[in-house]
């Protein structure tokens, strides 16, 4: 069952891109292993992940994911089904800087904003 997951958290302390860069290469690595995509953004010291793929692989990856120290305050947005992905070329897309280069589709898709978990960012992601 093919799923999607997003959510958002904030960087446990201000992280060099080195370290970004890091997370998002291995990312890449385990990802391609389990057929999982999405994306990841990162923008004044916060995350948004979205992620879709396999619902037990989803599962598995998001209690890994939880339990990172380099994060917190981790706050899963929507977890729904599919019918089709929207990042079937990327294993782990990296977006940075601003919250605005979240693709629109993804946003349509959550509507995050109804969830509003950190109002700065997310006022900057729907603009
Ligand atoms: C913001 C953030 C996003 C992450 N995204 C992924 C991801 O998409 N895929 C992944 O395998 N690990 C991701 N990780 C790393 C996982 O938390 C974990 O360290 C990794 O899955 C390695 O786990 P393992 O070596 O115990 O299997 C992310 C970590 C952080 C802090």
Redo the contacts with the bound molecule.
């Keep these: 069952m093919l799923h999607q997951l997003i959510y958002v ?1 904030k ?1 446990t302390t201000p992280m060099p891109d080195e370290d ?1 860069k890091s ?2 290469e ?6 391609h292993k ?1 057929y ?1 995509t ?1 994306c ?1 953004i ?1 923008s004044n010291e916060c ?1 948004m ?1 979205y ?1 879709e793929g396999d619902i037990f692989k989803l599962n598995h ?1 998001f209690s ?8 917190k305050e981790i706050l899963l947005l929507g977890l729904k089904e599919i019918s089709h992905r929207l990042y079937n070329n990327y ?2 897309k990296k977006y940075s800087d601003h919250f605005n280069d979240f693709p629109q589709s993804v946003l349509d898709e959550m509507k995050p904003s109804e969830y509003d978990p950190f109002p700065m960012s997310m006022e900057l992601a729907m603009e």
């Excluded at 291995?26 to 990802?31: A, D, E, P, T, V």
């Excluded at 890994?64 to 994060?71: A, M, N």
Aim: net charge positive.
């Design positions: 958290s960087m970004i997370i998002v291995s990312g890449k690595y385990n990802n389990g999982l999405g990841l990162y995350f992940e992620i990856l890994k994911i939880s339990g990172d120290h380099r994060h294993t782990l």
